[in-house]
């Protein structure tokens, strides 16, 4: 075989390895970007919607998070609340801030939970017919206490509220359900 033979080959050889190297790394580097988080999926939704800042007047913990969402409530009528959902690296997760556009009031809660408090003789293993028809899922539960956790219906700032009001048929196996809230000491 002549070297210049030799040289084609080792060019060929090259390129098509240099070829495939690259396939590798470009196919690695689109499923590392795949967002397997459905929370993260409204970010580039909430910047092109224009997301407004948060108010001032909110908690400096509170103004560290990222806008994942931003809205008004109720939909299709006169607003009543304005609704971020916050995403946070270190503390909670995903946070839900709600300021009533009346009174000016702020009210902070997980974004991805509701709690329930069971009626007393319930266990947590009865609200498995409600789990499964509404496709949630516990998240914590607390026997003792009567406590249990659950996930919401989807990931919109609404879901907090819409969660509440879909595990109403089945009010007879709680106290209550409302909002996981968060506090904080100022």
Same mark, same amino acid.
């Given at each position: 075989?002549?070297?210049?033979?030799?040289v084609? @080959?080792?060019?060929? %050889?090259?390129?098509? %390895?240099? /070829?495939?190297?690259?396939?590798?790394?470009?196919?690695?580097?689109?499923?590392?970007? &795949?967002?397997?988080?459905?929370? /993260? *999926?409204?970010?580039?939704? !909430?910047?092109?919607? %224009?997301?407004?800042? =948060?108010?001032?007047?909110?908690?400096?913990?509170?103004?560290?998070? $990222?806008?994942?969402?931003? #809205?008004? /409530?109720? =939909?299709?009528?006169?607003?009543?609340?304005?609704?971020?959902?916050?995403?946070?690296?270190?503390?909670?997760?995903?946070?839900?801030?709600?300021? $009533?556009? /009346?009174?000016?009031?702020?009210?902070? +809660?997980? !974004?991805?939970?509701?709690?329930?408090?069971?009626?007393?003789?319930?266990?947590?293993? &009865? =609200?498995?017919? +409600? =789990?499964?028809?509404?496709?949630l899922?516990?998240? +914590?539960?607390n026997?003792?206490?009567?406590? !249990?956790?659950? #996930? @919401?219906?989807?990931?919109?700032?609404?879901? @907090?509220?819409?969660?509440?009001? !879909?595990?109403?048929?089945?009010?007879?196996?709680? *106290?209550?359900?409302?909002?996981d809230?968060?506090?904080?000491?100022?």
């Amino acid at each position: 075989m002549k070297n210049s033979h030799r040289v084609f @080959v080792y060019l060929i %050889g090259f390129t098509l %390895g240099t /070829l495939l190297v690259s396939a590798i790394l470009s196919r690695r580097t689109m499923k590392e970007e &795949e967002v397997t988080d459905p929370w /993260l *999926v409204y970010n580039q939704r !909430a910047i092109e919607v %224009g997301a407004e800042p =948060l108010p001032l007047g909110m908690p400096s913990s509170i103004q560290k998070g $990222n806008i994942i969402d931003f #809205g008004y /409530l109720p =939909l299709g009528h006169e607003p009543l609340e304005r609704v971020w959902l916050l995403q946070f690296d270190k503390s909670y997760p995903y946070v839900r801030a709600v300021e $009533n556009i /009346l009174s000016g009031e702020f009210r902070y +809660m997980a !974004a991805d939970q509701i709690s329930i408090l069971l009626s007393e003789g319930i266990d947590v293993t &009865e =609200l498995k017919p +409600m =789990l499964d028809e509404l496709g949630l899922r516990l998240r +914590m539960f607390n026997r003792k206490e009567g406590l !249990a956790v659950i #996930g @919401v219906l989807n990931t919109q700032i609404d879901a @907090v509220p819409n969660t509440i009001q !879909a595990v109403q048929p089945w009010g007879s196996l709680f *106290v209550h359900a409302q909002a996981d809230f968060l506090h904080f000491q100022h």
